[in-house]
């Protein structure tokens, strides 16, 4: 988390706050359209790539990358008005929009972005008149409280450190291929254990779960069979609440993918919890000789069990794992889950196709 001073050649123009907002009062007079977003950004409208934003975003570049010291691709700016009572609830960004700078266009009262930083507490920050916010929404876990005053607008400007994410205005990229690789010979069996999760989404995860109606899980041919496995889950990727934990998953699961498995698609997320006397037996993911185009397997650890419950790949025995690590393996890979003597083992997983 930085700031920018907008002076001399970083200036914003009155001409340039006066079309921002023109863009977010009137959008069809200025050729855009309003969207919403009711679960991260209640009582604000957006709009998308307004002109004056994209010119600005391109003529920001050399100073952001500056300021970042990477070479960093545009990929597109983001205007937004506030109202009394809207608020940004706590999100981290979707893939490529790894630097956001936020300008203030103009308010009228004061409204503080906060930041999860690593050291584990909030910090406040504020985009004042012509001193712009660069921060790393990607990684840090941000907020605003709710607007305490009339209006607010607001601009940001998106960079990527990757190119290929320009040209894309709205979400199209989130549960899409961001890694592509060729695909190479599969391998029979591997595994990697990855860091997957902080201690404060951890967190999150548990609280959040508790919200959740959980169902005896089954298995694709089998059915309910408890012979073959117990536990309780609950498919959470189609929940706004848990997309962040959708687009994790498969971003770990991607980048710890050595292989070159093709693993384009995502095919749900799975919150499981194991309680005692809860197992699941030697199995695979991929369902063979059926359309089943499960190619690469993550599980991430939220709750270890008190005792038992550990989880083995076929050939390697027993894998230790700690909390907010996971395991990613092809899915055509033989793995299971011990039976559970004491307490309660709680994972993610989710299983990734190929196209
Ligand atoms: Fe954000
Ligand atoms: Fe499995």
Known sequence: MQYIELTREKHIVGADRSSIKMCLKWPSRMGCHHVVDEQFAPNTLGVYKPKVGEQLLHRFLPHVSEAVGKKLWPVNSFARLVYKGGELRMHYDR??????????IWRDHSWTIEVHDDDGNWHSFEDLGD?????????????????????AYQLFLHYSEQPGFEGDPEFK???????????????????????????????????????????????????????????????????????WLSDRLAMTAREANDWGIDASGINGVQYTTYGPGSFFNMH???????????????????????????F???????????????????????????????????????????S
């Open 131 to 151: 001193r712009a916010v660069l921060m790393n929404g990607r990684k840090q876990w941000h907020r605003r409280q709710p607007f305490k005053g009339r209006e």
């Open 95 to 104: 893939p490529g929009l790894d630097w956001t700078l936020s300008i203030n």
């Open 284 to 310: 695979n993911d991929r369902a063979e000789g059926t359309d089943d185009r499960r190619s690469l397997s993550i599980s991430a650890l939220i709750r270890n069990a008190d005792e038992g419950g550990e």
């Open 173 to 243: 990229l989130d549960y899409k291929p961001f890694f592509p690789k060729p695909p190479k010979a599969p391998v029979a069996q591997s595994y990697k254990v990855v860091d997957c999760l902080s201690d404060f989404e951890l967190e999150k995860c548990l609280k959040d779960s508790m919200a959740l109606t959980l169902e005896a899980g089954t298995m694709t041919r089998e059915g309910l069979d408890t012979s073959v496995r117990k536990s309780e889950i609950a498919f959470v990727g189609h929940l706004p609440e848990w997309r």
């Open 312 to 354: 083995e790949i076929d050939g390697f025995g027993k894998i230790p794992m700690k909390p907010g690590q996971a395991i990613v393996f092809p899915a055509w890979v033989k793995h299971r889950v011990h039976n559970i003597e004491a307490g309660y083992r709680d994972s993610a997983v989710m299983w990734l196709e190929n």
